[in-house]
């Protein structure tokens, strides 16, 4: 797997050098950022658009590094996409995530978690417009739909013990479909996306648990609404639900609701200085993350993401 | 999954506003007829600069173009015009017009009527009506 995902890495770069010059014809903003996990969308959620600047009969690529901080977490992700003739998207991600409070877990059970301990995961992702244009169907209500797919595989680290005692695994598959639609008049776009996941925290707790019921699939909706500004500014907001497979395990073990996962959201502002760039800025709220290890507290904190486009 | 897809439809059809129906206002805020006439003559020579929409009307009759743009966004926004041409199929039967091609269009237009200081609002109101053309002006999917 990680060899392919150089590979794909190596190709993009490649293709994104040739592209450079080439003119691919979207309207700005309209093929969305890079979500986290790599699909073009929100910051946190996946649209029905697909990403980089080719509209029908081109290619176009895309690439971008975020970076989100809260109280006691940092998690830095980059990846690439590549967007055939507004049909298909292909999408590759690294995520980065500095688990440091986890070194508090060996006090519970002697796990061996080493001290600034990172977590890894690896997204690869495909998307497909299957109806509708989001943009230029503004006579109708009828959204741009697309349907997508994302494996992830986790990298624990010293953290593998203590993937092994909640029983997830490292590896996972969600399935989505999105609804996408831009009321122009109005300048209003508003998503939803439908995802069947068995992640624990987008996949960085790994997928499933040993938990009675709680090792299957679930499905958690997303939403995102923005309103535009100009032609090169939007501000909006996300709701993402999350499933919480860890904290009944958590409780069986007297351990409370150290486990607990919470749902995500945040506001953002987007602005496109170029039809190449866009810079998104926002205030994440990723709710309680392993609340056991850091005081219970909230996670909330900045995000900040650059992508370029061709 | 067919349940959920409507589901999601649905909440659309919630969320949606009623899509404004052209009112004599937008035609106010483009500045009635000498606005539209101004807003033409602009267009067409940033269509003619402009590398992707250039060629597609330096063989046209401008002067001829431009007049009918003026009766069809005036009829569009609900001025007392009454646009004569072809219909958007039959006019662009004959072009090789490519999604690109019509999104480039309306990037210039964006540009003329930023120059003629027309609020980012009426701008999109005035998109809203025309973008669905895109079914009968793009010959080349």
Partial sequence: ?310 | MKKTLIAVTLAFCGAAMAQTAPTDSLYKTFGEKPGLVKLMDDFMVRLLADPRTGPHFKPANQQRVKEQLVDQFCQVMGGPCVYKGADMKSAHANLDIKKSDFNALVEVLQLSMDAQGIPFRAQNQLLAQLAPMHRETITEK
């Fill in chain 1, 1 to 310: 797997m990680k060899h392919a995902t150089s590979a794909l890495a190596l190709a993009l770069a490649g293709l994104t050098c040739g592209l450079a010059q080439a003119d691919t014809g979207k309207l700005r903003l309209t093929g969305g950022v890079s979500s986290i996990d790599g699909a073009a969308g929100g910051g946190l959620t996946p649209w029905a658009v697909i990403g980089t600047n080719a509209t029908e009969g081109e290619i176009g690529a895309s690439a971008h590094i975020s970076r989100a901080s809260t109280q006691d977490y940092g998690l830095t992700t980059y990846g690439a996409a590549l967007g055939f003739k507004d049909r298909i998207e292909l999408s590759v991600a690294r995520q980065d995530f500095n688990a440091s409070p986890a070194i508090a877990l060996n006090g519970i059970a002697p796990f061996g978690v080493t001290p600034g301990q990172h977590i890894k995961m690896d997204i690869v992702g495909v998307k497909v417009r299957v109806a509708g244009d989001a943009v230029l169907d503004s006579d109708t209500l009828m959204p741009q739909i697309a349907v997508g797919l994302e494996y992830k595989h986790t990298r624990p680290g010293s953290l593998g013990s203590v993937f092994n005692f909640l029983g997830t695994k490292t590896s996972g598959v969600d399935v989505y479909v999105s609804a996408t639609k831009l009321f122009l008049a109005q300048g209003i776009l508003v998503n939803g996306t439908l995802r069947a996941t068995k992640a624990n925290q987008n996949g960085l707790l790994g997928f499933g648990s040993n938990a009675p019921g709680r090792d299957s699939y679930s499905l958690q909706p997303e939403f995102s609404v923005a309103y535009l500004l100009s032609k090169n500014v939007a501000v909006g907001a996300e709701y993402r639900f999350k499933p919480n497979n860890l904290e009944s395990l958590g409780r069986a073990a007297g351990l409370g609701d150290a486990l607990r996962e919470d749902n995500w959201k945040d506001i953002f502002i987007a602005w496109a200085p170029s039809k190449n760039l866009s810079l998104t800025l926002a205030y994440v709220d990723l709710g309680r993350v392993v609340p056991g290890i850091t005081g219970n507290r909230k996670q909330k904190g900045a995000y900040l993401s650059a992508q370029v486009a061709f």
